[in-house]
């Protein structure tokens, strides 16, 4: 049991840059792996960026050398860094967590990018 919550979306120039935030409650020390997947309109949810209990990560070949997955102090928390966001990273991202073989979603955060 895990829930999942996700902020820090918005409007951005093509460009900027934005930082996402994850915090995960409940049965936070059975996550074995927290994410961020996105979903623009029309196209079917995708992986952006995983973290793995450990510490390895991976990245879409369309953001790697742009965004940076992260946790924070707090072990439950996870960030999402994304730098010279381009108009495609347009999409609801969501923030995902394993645990115990069963997949968590947050909520989703919009985050729109303007040329």
């Known amino acids: 049991q895990v829930q999942l919550v996700e902020s820090g979306g918005g409007l951005v120039q093509a460009g900027g840059s934005l930082r996402l935030s994850c915090v995960a409650s409940?049965?936070?020390?059975?996550?074995?792996?927290l994410g961020w997947y996105r979903q623009a309109p029309g196209k079917q949810r995708e992986l952006v960026a995983a973290?793995?209990?450990?510490?390895?990560?991976n990245y879409a070949d369309s953001v790697k050398g742009r965004f940076i997955i992260s946790r924070g102090n707090a072990e439950n928390t996870v960030y999402l860094q994304m730098n010279s966001l381009k108009p495609e990273d347009t999409a609801v991202y969501y923030c995902?967590?394993?645990?115990?073989?069963?997949?968590?979603w947050g909520q989703g955060t919009q985050v729109t990018v303007s040329s």
């Open positions: 995902t967590a394993l645990s115990r073989a069963r997949v968590y």
């Open positions: 409940g049965s936070i020390f059975s996550i074995d792996l």
């Open positions: 973290l793995p209990r450990g510490g390895t990560t």
